[in-house]
């Protein structure tokens, strides 16, 4: 049995839920889908600059959970963008 998942704490709201190349219609693209917990970590480590272990303490995670976070969200921009994929961001519920 695996443990549960430890709630993050998400702050950022984004304003607009999916990128795709422009020219191609939506519908004919696949999909990457960006989970509200890899944005945070992408919005606090490379936007706002913070080091791992503060932007962790903010979501209330371990630094290695940060890692890991951070580590598959730019696994998914990265294949979204050489790929030519869109990227979805999923919305908080």
């Known amino acids: 049995m695996t443990r549960p998942r430890k709630p993050r704490y998400l702050q950022f ?3 607009v839920y999916y990128f795709k190349p422009r ?3 939506l519908r004919v693209l696949e ?3 960006i989970h509200p ?3 945070e970590a992408l919005k606090l480590h490379d936007v706002d ?6 932007a962790a303490e903010k ?3 371990s630094q ?3 890692g890991r976070t951070l580590d598959s969200v730019y696994k998914k921009v990265a294949d979204g963008i ?4 869109a990227i979805r961001i999923e919305s908080i519920s």
């Open 82 to 85: 050489i790929n030519g994929k």
């Open 37 to 39: 917990d890899e944005l």
């Open 49 to 54: 600059g913070l080091e791992q272990i503060k």
């Open 64 to 66: 290695p959970t940060f």
């Open 23 to 25: 020219g191609i219609p």
């Open 31 to 33: 999909e990457v889908v």
């Open 13 to 15: 709201r984004p304003s």
């Open 59 to 61: 979501m209330k995670i």
